[in-house]
Nanobody, 129 residues
């Protein structure tokens, strides 16, 4: 059974930083495309950053230069370093794993019903001005 557990969310002021982590059991990160997605109430899940099994990464335009996705295959942990945070970054953030995706595919379609196979329960990020 696959479990993805996010941590590291919280409340910070604009310009601050957070690091999200996603620990996995039942899935080997090196075999999957991993990603971070965000979702607000009544909104679709959107890709934030993804990393595939070859280590290729993709980022949403809104976070390029501010967020960095990485993974530690030995620890089966995914990270999202978030810097220079803005109010509009506030949301629930979800970790996800999917097989057969490139980082580009996962970023753009991973949040759909037919997208990433496994999802965590989310961690909230709140940025205040």
């Amino acid at each position: 059974q696959v479990h993805l557990v996010e941590s590291g969310g919280g409340s910070v002021q604009t310009g601050g930083s957070l690091r999200l982590s996603c620990a996995a059991s039942g899935v080997t990160y090196s075999n999957f495309c991993m990603g971070w997605f965000r979702q607000g109430p009544g909104k679709e899940r959107k890709g934030v950053a993804t990393i595939d099994s070859d280590g290729n990464t993709e980022y949403a335009d809104s976070v390029k230069g501010r967020f960095t996705i990485s993974k530690d295959n030995g620890k089966n942990t995914l990270y999202l370093q978030m810097s220079n945070l803005k109010v509009e970054d506030s949301d629930m953030y979800y970790c996800a794993a999917g097989s057969g995706f490139t980082a580009f595919q996962a970023l753009h379609i991973g949040g759909l019903e037919s997208g990433m196979e496994y999802w965590g329960t989310g961690t909230r990020v709140t940025i205040s001005s």
